[in-house]
């Protein structure tokens, strides 16, 4: 009975403390994280007159019925193809733009020249705290494995032909900054 009367409280204080920030929806959006902050639902749970293997034991249900959501969601969205954009070498150096609201963020594929630019540059885009978009992608498999090998990097799947319009520009891999967008 305890447990019944803890899941409902979890799930609302959850939807009640997300804050959701769309950057830009195709339409087929998913959420990719689950928006619960685990650490203060455990405080909140601990803090109670619960058993401690109980709380313990809810809280990885939680976090495995996330994992498993998230992985059927995701396997919806591959294979991931622009339509508008295409790896390949820019001919420009660099646009310069003045755009504060821009958050550092890096588009990228799941091909050589993409990934040699990122094996290149993933020690600044970390240091700098960019966000990637892998905006080609064959499959989950694969996502994961670019992700387990960027462990220190924030990617997200996604298709990135928002840029094309946003910024002006048709390839990738590019940065793009507040400060302007370069290769």
Do not use: C
């Not at 902050?37 to 749970?45: A, Y």
């Not at 993409?114 to 990637?132: E, I, T």
């Amino acid at each position: 009975m305890l447990r019944l009367l803890i899941i409902p409280l979890v799930l609302m204080a959850t939807s009640a403390n997300a804050e959701l920030v769309v950057i830009y929806d195709t339409g087929r959006t998913v959420p990719l994280k689950h928006h619960a902050d685990l650490s203060s639902i455990r405080r909140s749970i601990n803090s109670s007159e619960i058993d401690p293997i109980k709380t313990e034991e809810l809280t990885q249900s939680i976090i495995n019925v996330d994992k498993t959501m998230a992985k059927q969601m995701l396997k919806g969205q591959f294979p991931i193809t622009p339509r508008h954009l295409s790896a390949q070498r820019w001919s420009k150096s660099h646009i310069k733009h003045d755009r504060p609201e821009v958050s550092p963020l890096f588009v990228f594929g799941d091909d050589k020249y993409s990934l040699q630019w990122l094996n290149l540059n993933k020690d600044f885009f970390k240091k700098m705290g960019a966000v990637g978009l892998i905006t080609k992608v064959d499959s989950l498999e694969r996502y994961i494995a670019i992700r387990k090998q960027y462990p220190d990097l924030t990617i997200y799947p996604t298709n990135a032909d928002f840029i094309t319009t946003e910024f002006s520009i048709n390839v990738y891999p590019v940065l793009i900054t507040p400060k302007g967008i370069i290769q």
